[in-house]
């Protein structure tokens, strides 16, 4: 057989994790992390960005690292502007990976910077040992922990955060987190003020369907991922016995856009031209203009992670403070 429709890849030591006996994994691989900044260091002006991590459910280890530009310190006795929050949830396949990850801290403190705005980055817990909706339950809980205690109890955000413009914004798995947890609070709207929700940013999002896309089947042994790990992904965070058309997966299952369209809350979707998920971004984005949905769309040239791009990765990165700045309409 060829190479086209066979591969040699095995999916589970390409994510370094090892199956057990009882559903749950191993996770090998331990990428890079950063450790929290929540004090300025004067003697070290190149942290633009300082963070912190506050708990949020001990009982479920989850957390969130809060990201504050610097520079609002030195108008701290009264800010006269305050900044949008955008909420954050990482990517991973929902089987690994967490806010304190280097390459999550390293972006999350770039578009803070940038922006400037604050960010709430959101550690949920990862599937199999929880399999979706957790997520989305631990996404959830977070809004509402924002809304009543964290303005209260948290200075950063209670003192510089503009609770009236909020975001919700994920990459590749947290991007299908933020469209999911959009789709909750759209029906919970008054039970969350004074936090409103002004858009979604969907970067790379992961989603997927029982028939294979053409991007996908040219994906057999993509580098960065691989139609099995994709599967293998899906296998291993779907409820048990669902396939890939379970809503939680294939975004034109279900009625979700017309719940954004009447919100009226635009959206931005970030992709690539060689990403693997790129014609299930474009499928998804399709089916929410459709239902009136106010849509942004920005596709690179490169694949799932502009990272690897300089070029490409400030164009990522400028395309999200556009859409946060903006008060018009983008098209």
Avoid at 27 to 53: G, I
Avoid at 68 to 73: K, M, N, S
Avoid at 178 to 204: C, M, S
Avoid at 273 to 290: A, C, G, N, T
Wanted: with cysteine; charged share 20%; hydrophobic share 35%.
């Amino acid at each position: 057989m060829s190479s086209q429709h066979y591969s040699t890849i095995d999916p589970y030591k390409f994510c370094q994790i090892i199956p057990n006996a009882d559903g749950s994994i191993t996770r090998e691989c331990s990428p890079p992390c950063t450790v929290a900044t929540p004090y300025p260091d004067d003697l070290d002006h190149h942290t633009l960005v300082l963070s912190k991590d506050v708990p949020i459910n001990q009982s479920n280890n989850t957390w969130v690292r809060i990201f504050l530009p610097r520079r609002v310190l030195d108008n701290s006795s009264s800010p006269s502007t305050k900044l949008p929050l955008i909420i954050h949830f990482h990517g991973g396949g929902f089987i690994i990976l967490c806010p304190a990850t280097s390459a999550i801290h390293e972006v999350c403190s770039h578009i803070a910077a940038e922006i400037p705005c604050i960010i709430v980055s959101v550690e949920y817990r990862l599937a199999p040992e929880y399999r979706l909706p957790a997520a989305y339950d631990d996404a959830m809980e977070v809004l509402q922990w924002i809304k009543s205690t964290g303005q209260a109890e948290e200075e950063w955000l209670g003192k510089y955060a503009d609770f009236s413009c909020c975001y919700l914004m994920g990459d590749s798995a947290g991007g299908n987190i933020a469209y999911h947890v959009g789709l909750r609070a759209a029906t919970q709207i008054d039970n969350l003020l004074p936090l409103k929700i002004r858009g979604l940013i969907l970067n790379h999002p992961f989603f997927g369907g029982v028939e294979r896309t053409e991007s996908e089947l040219r994906s057999l042994n993509d580098p960065v991922l691989p139609l099995c790990v994709n599967d293998l992904m899906w296998e291993l965070s779907l409820p048990v016995g669902a396939d890939r058309d379970h809503e939680y997966c294939n975004p034109t299952v279900g009625n979700g856009g017309s719940k954004i369209a009447a919100m009226g809350w635009r959206v931005l979707v970030n992709g690539g031209k060689k990403d693997p998920l790129i014609e299930r971004q474009i499928e998804m984005m399709k089916m929410m203009k459709v239902k009136g949905v106010k849509v942004v769309s920005r596709f690179g040239e490169g694949g799932h992670n502009p990272a690897e791009n300089p070029s490409e990765y400030n164009a990522f990165i400028a395309s999200i403070k556009d859409f946060v700045l903006s008060e018009s309409e983008l098209e």
